[in-house]
């Protein structure tokens, strides 16, 4: 079954969207976190005991591996629970590829993929996960979803067990369509996240329902 992660780094939002019971993970990028008015660390610190022992994915900042080494095993200090995320590119393999040597292998979530080629490279540094972004590739014409599916489909012909996370997402479409195409997760803005629990004719629903109680109940009130 498809995983639902939140993207997000609000606490409030964090906090109302556990209590649905739907959310397996979270992911969060340098633009959510400096949003946020709390420190950074405490702010991860923070995430990672909500979310108790489900994964959080908290980005890496510098752009060359050595620093990417150095603060991935910094983040990875901080709770049980971190996923680095990494961006894809030959610096970002090489610090993947490391902090998956010798005992304290830190887990690795490679972002800003957006080819079969980059996924495959990243599975092979060692990536625990690899996150394609929909949205990004819809932007500029190309097919996000399709992304996916090929991604899906070239792992699985591999035996490759690095997850897919459909990220980048901008609509519950791209969510139902990245679970029809077998994403392993779906990780989604807290607006999005509450467009997926609404339908239009499920209000309309509701009222009507509720209009005809109040009717039969005020009929038994006048036959009295």
């Known amino acids: 079954m498809v995983q639902i992660y939140l993207d997000s780094a609000n606490l409030q939002e964090i906090e109302e969207a556990l209590s649905w019971g739907v959310i397996s993970g979270l992911t969060t990028n340098p633009t959510l976190m400096c949003k946020e008015a709390e420190p950074f660390e ?9 979310m108790e022992t489900n994964p959080v994915s908290v980005e890496v900042l510098s752009t060359i591996a050595e620093g990417m080494v150095k603060e991935a095993r910094h983040l990875a200090n901080q709770a049980p629970n971190v996923v680095v995320k990494i961006p894809m590119g030959v610096e970002g393999l090489k610090a993947v590829y490391r902090l ?15 080819s079969v080629n980059q996924a495959l490279l990243a599975a092979r540094a060692g990536a625990a996960y690899v ?5 990004r590739l819809d932007d500029i014409g ?10 899906i489909e070239v792992f699985t012909r591999q035996g490759i067990d690095t997850r897919i996370i459909a990220a980048s997402i901008r609509h519950p479409r791209h969510v139902h369509e990245a679970a029809a ?15 997926m629990a609404r339908h239009p004719l499920t209000d309309i629903g509701v009222e009507r329902f509720l ?6 109940r005020r009929g038994e009130e006048i036959g009295r």
């Open 211 to 216: 209009a005809d109680w109040d009717r039969a």
């Open 42 to 50: 405490f702010l991860v610190k923070k995430i990672c005991a909500l």
């Open 181 to 195: 195409v077998g994403a392993h997760i779906a990780t989604v803005p807290f607006s999005v996240l509450k467009q």
């Open 131 to 135: 996150s394609p972004f929909l949205g």
């Open 100 to 114: 998956n040597q010798g005992e304290e292998k830190v887990s690795c979530n490679v972002t800003l993929v957006f």
């Open 142 to 151: 190309w097919d996000g979803v399709g992304l996916v599916r090929e991604i």
